[in-house]
């Protein structure tokens, strides 16, 4: 039998001018808990995985929405893992972020890992107002080890004032066009991710493309953000250099 689950979150300043969470609601398997935030950022929420899912039929979704001037930054305690369902149709997993003005928003998930047989439909749609601040990470593994990737299609689609800034889809797997694992793709590599900033003090700063190391690139945006895209062998060494990415970012080097 599938499941169809929606967690909804809502970030507010309250009268002291800290960030609150007025609506904190999970659903299914999607259990939401409000977690400490040791990097002072602001308010802090932790997905926990409450049972499997997403399996083959199911059909799932997160909504977030972060109000003037508050601060959010959500993260979950484990891997996802995408798993074969009972029956032939894909699974679903539709994010939906606001970031409204002078708000900020860091989403930070663990890795999706697209088990062998599964098949799984992802969208991650972000609105962002003109001085909203964003920090989203997108990590896929491509199969648990030793074994095959399942079909994995994944969206991410984000506006900023109202006009696009990025839209892009990646397919993997089974059914995928044919060249995603080729040299020009993922050149044999199984983990796969990118990171998005969105910074409104980027408009004053001149951006360049560049390369990080062997297997990944930053490169600026049509907008104060830049994309950083890798790929990696594995998942500890993909989330290496997305780290070294992200603090590069916001915290440059002096001089």
């Known amino acids: 039998m599938s499941i169809q689950a929606t967690a909804r979150i809502t970030a507010a300043l309250d009268g002291r001018g800290v960030t609150a969470l007025p609506v904190l609601r999970g659903d299914g398997p999607l259990a939401l808990r409000r977690t400490r935030d040791t990097a002072g950022y602001g308010a802090r929420v932790t997905v926990v995985g409450a049972m499997s899912a997403p399996l083959g039929g199911d059909r799932l979704a997160i909504a977030a929405q972060v109000g003037e001037g508050a601060r959010l930054t959500v993260d979950s305690a484990a891997a996802t893992v995408a798993l074969p369902g009972p029956g032939s149709e894909p699974a679903t997993y539709d994010i939906a972020l ?37 920090v989203l990470r997108e990590e ?5 080890h030793a074994e095959g990737t399942g079909t994995l299609v994944s969206r991410l689609t984000v506006h900023r004032a109202g006009r696009p800034l990025i839209d892009q889809q990646m397919a993997y797997g089974p059914g995928a066009p044919g060249g995603w694992d080729g040299a020009a793709v993922l050149g044999g590599h199984r983990a796969v991710g990118q990171l998005l900033v969105v910074e409104p003090a980027f408009d004053e700063e001149c951006l360049e493309v560049r390369l990080l190391g062997e297997t990944a690139v930053c490169t600026p945006l049509a907008g104060p953000a830049v994309l950083v895209t ?25 001089g």
């Open 98 to 134: 606001s970031v409204g003005e002078r708000a900020g928003l860091r989403w930070l998930p663990e890795q999706l890992v697209s088990a062998h047989g599964s098949d799984l439909r992802m969208t991650t749609r972000v609105r962002l107002a003109p001085t909203a601040r964003l």
């Open 140 to 144: 896929q593994i491509l199969g648990r």
């Open 230 to 254: 890798a790929v990696a062998p594995d998942a500890r060494l993909l989330r290496g250099v997305l780290d070294d990415a992200l603090s590069d970012l916001l915290d440059p080097p002096a």
